[in-house]
């Protein structure tokens, strides 16, 4: 199978699961215990309000219907009206969609340092005291909730130190650098934590190879062998596990912006499920699950134009 | 397994311990340290959530306002008091019961239910199998956390609606483990002597297939629960877990950050608890799983 093959394979298997995704979340409501009209309005709702409701959010029609409104709202981003703020969800959430990717990306690139620094760093001392020493500081990290760390870097960096802003976004480009430095920073320590053992592990087996034992002897400075030969092929299964740990940082982002006050889509969903404004939560679902398909696509994808050798099931 | 001399391949060449011997004995040696030390970790969070009462003389819950803020290493408060006078060591304690019940419990369906799926569809491929893998690749598309939330919030906030959105959630990890070992031991000679010695096939898969297939399962409850403590923490901070006044790290951790500024010991001593706990879970799961 060629690269056009398999590229065309994973967009049906994309567009397949991105249906998928939309049958669970318009699923949802209808299966699980309960019913949305009193889960709104609260226990202590008249019948009457409630079926004026159900009416409301379209419930008494036939399934099928309701499925064909739910899939046609999606390319406009119209997702019903917010109960809380009674505002078009579409609107409300994609203001803040640019935030949380602001502070995702942001989190991807500290994450992107870290682990480089420290997985070489560890690889290149294996078995030293500092491999040692990185090992344990990152097992800690891998096991430390977002929340609690978050809240230590404020107490020190914030409260202690005074040299950043406690919680928010800033006004400015520059502002939202400083601001979401802390909570890109929170992210970034738990999703390398898990990076850094994998790049360790590549540097190490790659090391052994053949090709960059030939280009030691053909006398190559070990900056260039370990630039060149090294990490090219190291990195390649760390994209991957990256891919996969994506969901991770979409999920931390919620935690994280809660955290520090950041007004994303994360803030936004808490603050929906404890006013029970189930519109915004599911376009929140839906728009936060798109985004992992789209970067494991994108992941898969750019591996079969890194790496020429990748062959296709 | 195959990586794994025999004994005999070990010592009929020579009983001299030779360099790679040493090495591997010095490897064995550090994996069980991890098991040994993790366990004993979590035996002592165990053995303090049973004696909790024991451990310390005050009320986790009573309030007495005249003690509050009181910082770490106050007489009679080891560990200070919260913003209502609570003693932070006996808060502290007694949500070791509620976190340590949420890692045993929130694993138990998930585990079962994974396993059983996993060698179902493993074991039986076909369409079984393929309607499977693609159920699976839906729910990996949503991230673990929010989808979780989102189940919440429709069935409401509580203990008892985080036991069954991880529960829909949380299989599919095993499942996957499960039918990877599954499709590798289907063929096998005890498995093909079951069938021919006229075995029903309820019985092959569970009696002859599921235990020899259920190891990296087990090995995953520790992962697993060490996700399920940091997702119940998670979700009692975000407020819809664990609600106060009932003792839970994450919870208290909540509390605790309205105070960031007068009482820093407030968010940071439940975190080092669950950090424990954390660190316990993962050092066994860990040590189970590079030994295998």
Redesign the interface.
């Known amino acids: 199978m060629g690269r056009v093959a398999y590229i065309r394979n994973r967009l049906a298997?994309m567009v397949?699961?991105l249906f998928?995704?939309t049958?669970?979340?318009f699923g949802?409501?209808r299966v699980?215990?309960?019913d949305?009209a009193f889960?709104i309005l609260g226990d202590r709702a008249t019948e009457e309000s409630a079926a004026a409701l159900r009416v409301q959010l379209g419930l008494t029609k036939p399934l099928l219907e309701q499925y064909w409104d739910f899939m046609s709202g999606i390319p406009q981003a119209k997702f019903g009206m917010s109960l809380l703020y009674r505002q078009p969800v579409g609107d409300l959430v994609l203001r803040r969609v640019p935030v949380s990717i602001y502070l995702a990306i942001y989190a991807m690139v500290l994450a992107a340092i870290i682990t480089l620094t420290f997985g070489i760093t560890a690889a290149l001392k294996k078995g030293r005291f500092a491999d040692h020493a990185i090992r344990v500081v990152f097992?800690?990290f891998?096991?430390?909730?977002?929340?609690?760390l978050g809240?230590?870097l404020?107490?020190f960096f914030s409260?202690r130190l005074r040299i950043l802003p406690v919680a928010g976004y800033g006004e400015t480009s520059i502002d939202h650098l400083r601001y979401l430095f802390l909570p890109a920073l929170t992210l970034a320590l738990g999703l390398s934590a898990v990076l850094i053992r994998n790049l360790r592990g590549q540097i190490i087996l790659v090391q052994r190879s053949d090709y960059v034992r030939t280009a030691r002897a053909k006398g190559l400075f070990e900056g260039q062998v370990l630039q060149r030969h090294v990490l090219r092929n190291a990195l390649m299964p760390v994209i991957t596990i990256f891919g996969l740990q994506f969901?991770?940082l979409?999920?931390?982002t919620?935690?994280v912006e809660?955290?520090f006050a950041i007004p994303g889509m994360g803030q936004l969903?808490?603050q929906?499920?404890?006013a029970?404004d189930?519109p915004v939560?599911?376009a929140?679902?839906l728009i936060?699950?798109f985004l992992?398909?789209i970067v494991?696509l994108a992941v898969d994808i750019s591996y079969s134009f890194l790496d020429p050798r990748v062959t296709y099931e | 397994m195959s990586e794994r001399p025999t004994a005999l391949e070990r010592y009929s060449w020579s009983d001299a311990l030779t360099a790679r011997d040493l090495g591997r004995e010095w490897r064995k040696l550090r994996i069980n340290s991890l098991i040994i030390g993790g366990t004993i970790l979590l035996l002592i969070v165990i053995l303090a959530a049973i004696c909790a009462p024991l451990l310390t003389p005050y009320d986790p819950i009573a309030m007495n306002l005249s003690e509050a803020f009181l910082p770490p290493l106050s007489p009679g408060h080891a560990l200070g008091t919260d913003n209502f006078g609570r003693d932070i060591w006996s808060r502290i304690v007694y949500g070791a019961r509620m976190d340590l019940q949420i890692a045993f419990l929130a694993v138990l369906f998930p585990f079962a239910f994974g396993s059983l799926m996993g060698v179902i569809t493993g074991y039986f491929g076909g369409k079984v199998d393929l309607v499977f893998m693609r159920v699976v690749d839906v729910l990996m598309a949503f991230p673990f956390l929010i989808l979780v939330i989102a189940i919440m919030s429709l069935l409401g906030t509580g203990m008892k609606n985080f036991y069954i959105a991880i529960g829909v959630v949380g299989w599919i990890a095993y499942a996957r483990l499960v039918r990877g070992e599954t499709l590798a031991t289907r063929n096998l000679e005890y498995v093909q002597a079951a069938t021919v010695v006229g075995c029903q096939e309820r019985r092959i898969v569970l009696r002859h297939v599921l235990p020899n297939c259920i190891q990296p399962a087990l090995i995953y409850v520790f992962t697993g629960m060490v996700l399920a403590v940091m997702t119940g923490a998670t979700l009692s901070f975000l407020g819809l877990g664990v609600q106060p006044p009932t003792p839970e790290w994450g919870a208290m951790i909540a509390e605790g950050r309205q105070f960031l500024l007068m009482a820093w010991w407030m968010p940071t001593l439940p975190g080092v608890a669950l950090l424990i706990v954390g660190v316990a879970l993962s050092l066994i799961g860990d040590g189970l799983s590079e030994r295998r």
């Open positions: 298997l397949f699961v998928g995704v049958i669970v979340i949802m409501v699980l215990p309960g949305p889960l097992l800690l891998l096991t430390t909730p977002s929340f609690w809240i230590l404020i107490l409260l969901g991770y979409v999920g931390g919620v935690v809660t955290v969903l808490i929906s499920i404890t029970r189930y939560v599911q929140i679902t936060s699950a992992v398909i494991n």
